[in-house]
């Protein structure tokens, strides 16, 4: 079974830092391009980046270039995301997604003082 | 602000077939697949139809995908009350170079 788990959300000021971390289970991860894909409070889907399967390729929406970092390490089935610099419009349910057949229920990330 | 755009609400009742449209432009619909989700907030979403208007297996033949231009449709035909939740088109969009997500159409069954 396909399974996806986020952890690493928190309450963090505003400026801060967290890192993100999406174990995944009964899939050959090094296979798959992963995402993260954020709901801010009352909002609709929101993409934020896409990492290729090998890790040597990464993509970010605009509103998180320069701020976020997608990494991943595959002989640990592992997708992370480094977010700095994090603003109250980061302040969202995060999920990881296996593009796009599987998806994690969400880690909460909440910036404010 | 996304650039693809759906209506805010759909509703039917039992029975009755909705179609949700996603309208979008030459760099994302218009030359890339379409996907769609449901989804029900604070849970995990559900992927539907893959590459425009494929289904995966165990998504229900009540659910349909189509393609035509910069648009994009869903269909749910036998509208069933488990059908309400809110629904996304997302594709890949070449000027962007990223994903792109619809704005969300919540489907509501009377």
């Known amino acids: 079974e396909v399974q996806l788990v986020e952890s690493g959300g928190g309450l963090v000021q505003p400026g801060g830092s967290l890192r993100l971390s999406c174990a995944a289970s009964?899939?050959?991860?090094?296979?798959?391009?992963m995402s993260w894909v954020r709901q801010a409070p009352g909002k609709g889907l929101e993409w934020v980046s896409t990492i290729t399967g090998s890790g040597d390729g990464t993509f970010y929406a605009d509103p998180v270039k320069g701020r976020f970092t997608a990494s991943r390490d595959n002989s640990k089935n592992t997708l992370y995301l480094q977010m700095n610099s994090l603003r109250g419009e980061d302040t969202a349910l995060y999920h990881c997604?296996?593009?796009?057949?599987?998806w994690g229920k969400g880690t909460t990330v909440t910036v404010s003082s | 602000q996304s650039v693809l755009t759906q209506p805010p609400s759909a509703s039917g009742t039992p029975g009755q077939r909705v179609t949700i449209s996603c309208s979008g432009s030459s760099s994302n619909i218009g030359s890339n697949n379409v996907n769609w989700f449901q989804h029900l907030p604070g849970t995990a979403p559900k992927l539907l139809i893959y590459r425009s208007n494929q289904r995966p297996s165990g998504v229900p033949d009540r659910f349909s995908g189509s393609k035509s231009g910069t648009s994009a449709s869903l269909a749910i035909s036998g509208l069933q009350s488990e059908d309400e939740a809110d629904y996304y088109c997302?594709?890949?969009?070449?000027?962007?170079?990223?994903?792109?997500f619809g704005t969300g159409t919540k489907v509501t069954v009377l």
């Open positions: 009964g899939f050959t991860f090094s296979n798959y391009d």
């Open positions: 997604a296996r593009n796009w057949g599987a």
């Open positions: 997302e594709a890949w969009d070449d000027s962007l170079n990223g994903n792109v």
